[in-house]
């Protein structure tokens, strides 16, 4: 039998410090950390990755591939559980790179490749919101809204994506990004975006949507 390939130094560094910088968050977690936790040597982590800056990049980048493919599929939602569906994956992607939401301004003052690529990112992110917007119109599901009343709304849920995991975290600084606590802090960031277009539904599909908050325990967007 086949014997499976041991994997590669670099990504067990990756894997590593993904969990470590998700745990404590990125500024508490220093190289030297890192390797010990891995039990190799500085210079061998340094060897792959000369920067703590090159690590955060390649997690960055990661995540970017992603959630980018998720993004393109915005556009083409159509119904309100489609749209449920969307937003809980998309948070399930942040929670698997929370430590860049954790401490997204610290990391964009200090980080030119991140800045850069965030705001192209966040780009991307506001397309598809715009596009899901349009594709539930499309679908039947948003009602006499127009592009001056959805561009707020669009605006107001990309905030709520981006800053959600930030705000469960200050209001909870001890448990909110705890792996036990990752289901309700997700379910309940995708039933606040979806209550800011709750009220440009018509009553069926708002109805849909608080039984599927309900269904789901999560705070009903009433």
Known sequence: MAT?????TA??????????????????????????ELGISAGNL???FPAKETLINTLFDQY?????????AGP???HVEDAWLFFHMLFERLWEYRFLYRDLNDLLSKNRHLETHFQELLHHKARAVHGLLAGLARGGALRGAGERELQPVATAMV????????????????H????????????????HVLALVAPYLGDDDRNHLLALADRYHAPSPR
């Open 4 to 8: 499976k390939k041991p994997r590669r």
């Open 76 to 78: 083409e939602v159509r």
């Open 64 to 72: 970017r591939a992603a959630v980018e493919p998720l993004l393109d």
């Open 46 to 48: 340094h060897y792959h």
């Open 159 to 174: 905030v709520v994506l981006t800053y959600w995991l930030s705000y469960e975290y200050v209001r909870d600084p001890r």
């Open 11 to 36: 990504e067990r560094i990756v894997e590593q410090t993904l969990a470590l910088f998700n745990r404590f968050g990125e500024p508490n977690v220093s190289t030297t950390v890192i390797a010990a």
């Open 176 to 191: 909110a990004l705890e792996p036990e606590t990752a289901g309700a802090a997700l379910l309940r960031g995708a039933a």
